[in-house]
């Protein structure tokens, strides 16, 4: 879901220990946690159709937010590798800075996000019930090994499965709740599921070349920009559809305001798209394949300029003119680009090492009232699951 990037400093020398806890809270990705913790807590209102126990409510939010901090954690541990090559990420703590040391040292890293993980598991075995607690296990495991170490950096569809995992807190709050997982929290999963793939990947066109540069096919590396568009526009509308099987559920009041959220969100991922598709250049459709040949291309020679004979004259001497070396159109391999190489051009179903800037369809707009329609969605659930109207 949503990136923490926070910009922390290297400490020099001995590392102080505000410097170290602000370091291993910022690979927690708290901005993520939050939006998290945004659709629990409505979830738990919907099943109990009131407020539940609040001891009940702290502890799945505090145990949430372990197992999410777990996840993103050892996420971090990861992929540390490429995050050191996107702009976005290379100053996560684990990332070495102008010839310093990491702030966190990465078996900190990977040990801090399993304590995390026990913690949570431990929290709501104890204090809420089993059923949460081996989902929010199941939600790190499946970020961790389904996404991050299965899907990511191979699949171009690696955010539509694996973005199941930020489905789970739904999950947990419905079963810290009732014990069980029934219907309406299924549908609340479908949401999210659904609303994964638009919200990353107006992100992902924003940041196309940071994740290119790091080899990995996120869906914006590997296709045109008409291409993503057009799939953002197709998962918007089956997430519009998905809010509505909630209606028989939580009343009319959250019907009426699920279709007016839906269609602000329509519209804007129309405006994407239209914008998309209005854009000149190559960009607009995917580059045909025209691989490079294995071999060097060949150097143009150089004519030889005649000397005259005789004295030279004083002052400087043209430079002969060099014609320049023909390239061959069309993409450049991954594993033809050399360390530090310039930009290449990225055809659909093929994700090269770099690539040249891509014009920007304000792609962000998109990403950002994504989180804005998430947030009020699941507000309004919270509401009608306290109002004593608003049910059919």
């Not at 299965?150 to 955010?159: E, F, H, Q, V």
């Not at 991922?269 to 580059?287: F, K």
């Not at 391999?333 to 310039?342: D, E, N, T």
Request: glycine share 6%; aromatic share 8%.
């Amino acid at each position: 879901m949503t990136p923490a990037t926070e910009a922390l400093p290297a400490a020099a020398g001995r590392r102080s220990a505000r410097v170290v806890a602000r370091s291993l809270f910022a690979l927690t990705k708290p901005r993520i946690i939050e939006l998290l913790l945004v659709t629990t807590v409505p979830t738990m209102l919907l099943a109990q159709r009131g407020l539940p126990p609040v001891r009940v409510l702290l502890v799945t939010l505090i145990a949430g937010a372990f197992a999410a901090g777990s996840a993103n954690t050892i996420n971090c541990y990861l992929d540390r590798d490429i995050d050191a090559l996107m702009r976005r990420t290379a100053r996560r703590p684990l990332n070495a800075k102008e010839h310093e040391p990491p702030v966190i040292r990465p078996a900190e890293a990977l040990v801090f996000g399993i304590v995390l993980g026990a913690l949570s598991t431990v929290l709501l075995a104890a204090l809420v019930n089993w059923l949460s607690a081996v989902l929010a296990d199941c939600a790190i495991l499946f970020y961790v090994f389904v996404y991050t170490l299965g899907l990511k950096r191979r699949t171009p569809s690696n955010i539509v499965i694996g973005g199941a995992a930020g489905c789970f807190p739904v999950l947990i709050g419905w079963s810290a709740v009732t014990g069980t997982v029934s219907l309406p929290a299924v549908v609340l999963f479908a949401v999210i599921f659904f609303w994964t793939p638009p919200h990353f990947w107006a992100l992902a066109m924003k940041f196309r070349d940071d994740y290119a540069a790091a080899r990995v096919p996120m869906l914006p590396v590997v296709a045109s920009p008409a291409v993503v568009a057009r799939k953002i526009l197709i998962y918007s509308y089956v997430m519009v559809a998905v809010t509505l099987g909630l209606a028989p559920y939580a009343g009319w009041l959250y019907t009426g305001c699920a279709l007016a959220l839906g269609g602000w969100f329509l519209a804007e991922a129309h405006r994407l798209h239209a914008r998309v598709a209005a854009m000149p250049g190559p960009d607009t459709s995917p580059v045909p394949a025209s691989p490079v040949p294995a071999s060097p291309v060949p150097a143009s020679p150089v004519p030889a300029s005649p000397v005259p004979a005789g004295p030279v004259p004083a002052g400087p001497v043209p430079a002969s003119p060099v014609p320049a070396s023909p390239v061959p159109a069309g993409p450049v391999p991954a594993s033809s680009l050399p360390a530090g190489a310039g930009p290449a051009r990225v055809a659909e179903g093929a994700c090269a090492g770099l690539v040249r800037p891509s014009a920007n369809p304000a792609p962000m707009r998109l990403f950002h009232l994504s989180i804005a329609y998430l947030t009020l969605l699941f507000a309004v659930i919270a509401v009608t699951a306290l109002l004593p109207w608003g049910n059919w």
